[in-house]
T-cell receptor, first 111, second 115 residues
Framework: DQQVKQNSPSLSVQEGRISILNCDYTNSMFDYFLWYKKYPAEGPTFLISISSIKDKNEDGRFTVFLNKSAKHLSLHIVPSQPGDSAVYFCAASPSNEKLTFGTGTRLTIIP | DVKVTQSSRYLVKRTGEKVFLECVQDMDHENMFWYRQDPGLGLRLIYFSYDVKMKEKGDIPEGYSVSREKKERFSLILESASTNQTSMYLC??????????????FGPGTRLTVL
């Protein structure tokens, strides 16, 4: 039972354009959401998060949008850079210590 | 900077062997976690711990056990390794008690192959 879903296993975007990564969840108890980035042979690193009391959070080139009614969040990267090529995981938490991760989306930025 | 280290980057074991994966964090974090990462399945939680000598089952604990004798160290044990435990194993830690607890810091991972 996949409570956090990333339906696009991969995405290719031209350098300088916008990358949009999507994530859907089913558990209405989730109230905190995070995005992690993972390079090969490294552990995931935290990128950006959003609480359910907000619908948008911005940090430099990265913006996360949350649509609670649709149980959907998205990560926007503008402008996309070659160093953004990585696997991106969304994760969600229901106000406790545990995170439930999605299956990941491999983003490739084309120079 | 938080540092989470894992004892091995690559490990090859035989079916039936007992396997220990070690994780150490240097930021005095209360919470520690073990995940496995498999293609198409993302990160799945095996076990986690809120405190020394305390452990909780995650989503896929079968075939695994853990030990936390010291705050900084969390060990994952495969009592009798099987080929379906071939995977990338990731350890993480986080602070307890604030919203930032959700932000987990990961080690580099151990790629375990069971033959």
């Amino acid at each position: 039972d996949q409570q956090v879903k990333q339906n696009s296993p991969s995405l290719s975007v031209q350098e300088g354009r916008i990358s949009i990564l999507n994530c859907d969840y089913t558990n209405s108890m989730f109230d905190y959401f995070l995005w992690y980035k993972k390079y090969p042979a490294e552990g995931p690193t935290f990128l950006i998060s959003i609480s359910s009391i907000k619908d948008k959070n911005e940090d430099g080139r990265f913006t996360v949008f949350l649509n609670k009614s649709a149980k959907h969040l998205s990560l926007h990267i503008v402008p996309s850079q070659p160093g953004d090529s990585a696997v991106y995981f969304c994760a969600a938490s229901p106000s406790n210590e545990k995170l439930t991760f999605g299956t990941g989306t491999r983003l490739t930025i084309i120079p | 900077d938080v540092k989470v280290t894992q004892s091995s980057r690559y490990l090859v074991k035989r079916t039936g062997e007992k396997v220990f994966l070690e994780c150490v964090q240097d930021m005095d974090h209360e919470n520690m976690f073990w995940y496995r990462q498999d293609p198409g399945l993302g990160l799945r939680l095996i076990y986690f711990s809120y405190d020394v000598k305390m452990k909780e089952k995650g989503d896929i604990p079968e075939g695994y056990s853990v030990s936390r004798e010291k705050k900084e160290r969390f060990s994952l044990i495969l009592e009798s390794a099987s080929t379906n435990q071939t995977s990338m194993y990731l350890c993480a830690s986080s602070v307890w008690g604030t919203r930032s607890y959700n932000e987990q810091f990961f080690g580099p991972g151990t790629r375990l192959t069971v033959l």
